[in-house]
């Protein structure tokens, strides 16, 4: 694990505006940054960059975050891999804090090695006609095979001894290159094949797929496991289709290199294929951290169909309300090669425009397999659907699809849940979505008080110990005062908003977040914050003075006294509010 202090020094050091500049260009606008989003379609900048505050905030998609956070989201990273990367960029060591899992460090000479390799398999690419006309026969240019860097490795035992200065170095054996056999005896693992290079979302080669030319066992062969390699973590070709995915926000996966390239080559640039491995839970999240809609093309056949299944097993504890899962079988003497190259790209695209959404595959393939017309029917159906609907966290989806099976097996909803021992969904939590900016009434003073937070989070150390009331924005200050006793350093705004991420709270503050975003450098936080607390005291002191008026001539000679010294703080605090 990553020691908290170590992310929260990184972010001090970190320039939230040299980060997010390595992919997307900011323009200056006043105190901050803006761009056209990098995350939805739009003409206009409503994507802001605070470098004071060092986070961002898009007006019109709600976007949101920290440098860490944006990494995240823009190159589909995971939180650790970002934290890493961001690390590198400025000379710093990840510590990790003691933990079972064994941590597994990466010799940059590896990726060379990987690059090298690489390097060798094009050259030979452009002197083997042979190869040369097998990809032209798949309709494949010279530009699209570049851009891949599709390679070819000649029909000889020991080819990258050409390519490497020590065919003996142990580093070929460690990244899956070469085989050592018995005898210490060493051969490449890819010999007359057509290479795919497989690129990680940093732009590292960290693989390789190979595919006969003509019939062979196994048509595909993969680098194993290695400790540049994980198959289900990785996706062949993420890194040429980000940006395509997130102007479509969609992403097709499919199962095969070839199926990727094909599309591509036919304008149909936002596919990705999963490595010799069923999809899991790593490729669902990494795809829906980069768009809305994720559609799983298989062929229609048993094997594909069986492939669809297990994909939405391992998708549904990654649902998100409000994203899309869609499954799109081809006619089984098709595959996304082959379609697309005989029907064209309107056609392909017309068949996942009209992919069948999770929720009717999911119903489509449970109701099929029972007799809904017999009791021992509906009873094998709840059996059935019980272990797929109790993994969906994702509370609308959860509740729809409980409410389907409960009507379908002839049950409510309560019974449904009692049958299984669950707990009823809980109501979705809220998330902020920026929209178009109306006229809406001022802010409460625990809004305020919030703002004055997110700008210096350390404010809330001065804070009274009660008198905080109740509500979402006085839940999300106590949890920040909360935070801030655990941690005796100074936190800064970006630190507090990483902290947050994902919480229940998090809403609250990136509401605030987008507030402050149009506050001037100058303005006085502390003078603000100041001022909130004195008006909050206001409030307090009038409720209580409320309260006792409320008996009248009943109050007592003490309570008379009471009434009369919060009198006299209210005259002194109004003095000073004005």
């Known amino acids: 694990m990553i020691p908290k202090s170590f992310i929260q020094d990184l972010l001090n050091r970190l320039d939230i505006v040299d980060v997010i500049e390595r992919y997307v260009p900011l323009k200056k606008a006043g105190t901050n940054f803006v761009a056209c989003c990098p995350f939805h379609t739009e003409k206009s900048p409503s994507f802001t960059v605070s470098q004071s505050k060092q986070f961002y905030h898009c007006f019109g998609c709600g976007a949101h975050g920290t440098a860490i956070g944006f990494v995240m989201e823009h190159t589909g990273m995971g939180f650790v891999e970002a934290i890493e990367d961001l690390a590198k960029g400025i000379g710093l060591a990840v510590p990790q804090e003691a933990s079972n899992i064994t941590q597994v460090k990466v010799a940059p000479d590896l990726y060379d090695l990987m690059q090298s390799a690489t390097r060798y398999y094009r050259d030979q690419l452009k002197v083997t006609p042979r190869a040369i006309e097998y990809l032209k026969k798949r309709g494949l240019s010279g530009e699209v095979a570049a851009r891949f860097g599709i390679g070819y490795s000649p029909d000889d035992w020991q080819n990258l001894r050409a390519a490497v200065s020590n065919y003996q170095d142990a580093s070929l054996v460690e990244t899956g290159l070469v085989i050592e056999g018995e005898g210490g005896k060493r051969y490449d693992r890819f010999r007359d094949r057509i290479m795919f290079p497989i690129v990680n979302v940093k732009g590292q080669i960290i693989g390789f797929g190979g595919r006969v030319l003509d019939k062979g066992e196994p048509k595909y062969l993969n680098s194993p496991e290695t400790t540049l390699f994980e198959k289900g973590h990785e996706l062949y070709g993420l890194y040429q289709a980000q940006k395509a995915i997130r102007a479509q926000q969609r992403v097709i996966v499919v199962e095969g290199y070839m199926d990727v390239v094909a599309l591509a080559q036919n304008g149909v640039e936002y596919a990705v294929a999963t490595l010799g491995t069923a999809t899991t839970p790593f490729h669902v999240q990494k795809l829906l951290r980069l768009c809305e809609q994720v559609v799983f093309c298989f062929d229609g056949d048993k094997p594909g169909q069986k492939a ?37 790209r309107d056609a392909f695209e017309h068949e996942v425009e009209n992919s069948l959404p999770l929720s009717g595959y999911l119903l489509r393939e449970l109701t099929v397999q029972v007799d809904l017309k017999t009791q021992e029917g509906r009873s094998a159906l709840l059996k059935n659907a019980q272990p797929l609907l109790t993994a969906i966290t994702a509370p609308t989806t959860a509740l729809l699809l409980r409410k389907e099976i409960a009507a379908l097996a002839g049950v409510t909803q309560a019974e449904l849940e009692a049958l299984w021992s669950i707990k009823p969904v809980a109501a979705p939590q809220r998330t902020f979505t920026a929209v178009p900016r109306v006229k809406r009434g001022a802010p409460s003073s625990m809004r305020l008080l919030l703002r004055c937070l997110v700008m210096q989070p350390d404010l809330a150390r001065e804070l009274p110990a009660e008198g905080l009331g109740e509500g979402t924005e006085s839940a999300a200050i106590v949890a920040l005062v909360d935070w801030l006793r655990e941690s005796a350093n100074e936190t800064t705004s970006a630190a507090l908003i ?43 002191i ?19 006294e009471l009434h009369a010294r919060l009198q006299a703080e209210k005259n002194q605090l109004k003095a000073a509010i004005n």
């Open 498 to 540: 990483q902290h947050f991420q994902g919480t229940i709270h998090a809403p609250i503050f990136v509401a605030a977040q987008g507030d402050v975003m149009q506050w001037a450098e100058n303005f006085d936080v502390r003078a603000e914050f100041v001022g909130m607390l004195k008006k909050l005291r206001l409030d307090a």
């Open 542 to 560: 009038e409720a209580e003075m409320s309260a006792l008026l409320v008996k009248g001539l009943n109050m007592s000679i003490e309570e008379r």
């Open 308 to 344: 669809a299944w297990r994909a939405l097993e391992n998708a549904l504890p990654q649902l998100q309300d409000g994203k899309r899962l869609c499954f799109l079988f081809l006619p089984e003497e098709h595959d996304p090669d082959t379609y697309i190259r005989e029907y064209g």
